[in-house]
């Protein structure tokens, strides 16, 4: 009898051991199908618009959650943000076409206003900056490691602004990455009381998706990957 009961612990051991090792991989399937396709909803949008049924608050909570949940080197959290909505997001617009038509030939200057007209146009902006104090307070910290900490500073700015862009394309937003900085720093700086110390390194424009997302094409894979044992 004690025979037969210890081959039916065995058994029913390894039954669920084989049972849970099976659900298991399979919820991590749907995890990394689910993962995926989110990410794929990411897309450059220019055609945005104001069609946007999200509160203020809403999305503000959703962005600042999204920067939280990304990594920095040596927990650094040297990330900052600053979210546009309504006049503000207009004035910054208003700013870049100042700057613009300072800098660029008028010939090109008609193409770039209707560029920046499409991001005027959006709900709203999102101005991503990276605090220099704090990069700085690390590099004198380790200075074997001083000469890596800007590289690691735009990884973590980039991860922010990936994590972002993502988090709204996930809501259904589209939206936008453009980069006018460094030439409208000290106007934007001045404009919207911006710490001295944060440097400006992408600008965010979001809003409804005003026009239908054609599919993206790749490269092949044999140029981009390679998968070594």
Same mark, same amino acid.
């Given at each position: 009898?004690?025979?037969?009961?210890?081959?039916?612990?065995?058994?029913?051991?390894?039954?669920?051991?084989?049972?849970?090792?099976?659900?298991?991989?399979?919820?991590?399937?749907?995890?990394?199908?689910?993962?995926?396709?989110?990410?794929?909803?990411?897309?450059?949008?220019?055609?945005?618009?104001? $069609?946007?049924?999200?509160?203020?608050?809403?999305?503000?909570?959703?962005?600042?959650?999204?920067?939280?949940?990304?990594?920095?080197?040596?927990?650094?959290?040297?990330?900052?943000?600053?979210?546009?909505?309504?006049?503000?997001?207009?004035?910054?617009?208003?700013?870049?076409?100042?700057?613009? $038509?300072?800098?660029?030939?008028?010939?090109?200057?008609?193409?770039?206003?209707?560029?920046?007209?499409?991001? =005027?146009?959006?709900?709203?902006?999102?101005?991503?900056?990276?605090?220099?104090?704090?990069?700085?307070?690390?590099?004198?910290?380790?200075?074997?490691?001083?000469?890596?900490?800007? =590289?690691?500073?735009?990884?973590?700015?980039?991860?922010?602004?990936?994590?972002?862009? =993502?988090?709204?394309?996930?809501?259904?937003?589209?939206?936008?990455?453009?980069?006018?900085?460094?030439?409208?720093?000290?106007?934007? =700086?001045?404009?919207?009381?911006?710490?001295?110390?944060?440097?400006?390194?992408?600008?965010?424009?979001?809003?409804?998706?005003?026009?239908?997302?054609?599919?993206?094409?790749?490269?092949?894979?044999?140029?981009?990957?390679?998968?070594?044992?």
């Amino acid at each position: 009898m004690a025979l037969l009961d210890k081959i039916g612990q065995v058994l029913t051991s390894d039954i669920t051991k084989d049972f849970k090792f099976s659900k298991k991989n399979k919820l991590n399937d749907d995890l990394e199908l689910t993962f995926i396709d989110q990410l794929k909803k990411r897309r450059s949008i220019y055609a945005l618009g104001k $069609r946007v049924h999200y509160s203020q608050a809403y999305l503000c909570e959703i962005i600042q959650e999204a920067v939280r949940s990304c990594p920095s080197a040596y927990d650094s959290q040297s990330t900052r943000i600053a979210v546009l909505f309504a006049d503000s997001h207009h004035q910054f617009w208003e700013i870049v076409k100042q700057v613009q $038509r300072q800098h660029v030939p008028e010939h090109i200057y008609e193409g770039v206003e209707l560029k920046l007209n499409q991001c =005027a146009e959006a709900y709203g902006t999102i101005l991503f900056y990276e605090d220099q104090s704090v990069i700085q307070q690390l590099q004198k910290k380790m200075p074997l490691n001083s000469e890596d900490f800007s =590289a690691w500073s735009e990884q973590t700015s980039g991860m922010a602004q990936f994590a972002v862009w =993502a988090t709204l394309a996930d809501s259904g937003l589209g939206a936008s990455l453009q980069h006018y900085n460094p030439l409208i720093d000290e106007k934007v =700086a001045e404009h919207f009381d911006i710490d001295k110390n944060w440097l400006l390194r992408a600008q965010l424009c979001f809003g409804s998706i005003e026009q239908t997302v054609e599919e993206k094409l790749q490269q092949l894979d044999q140029y981009r990957f390679k998968i070594l044992n």
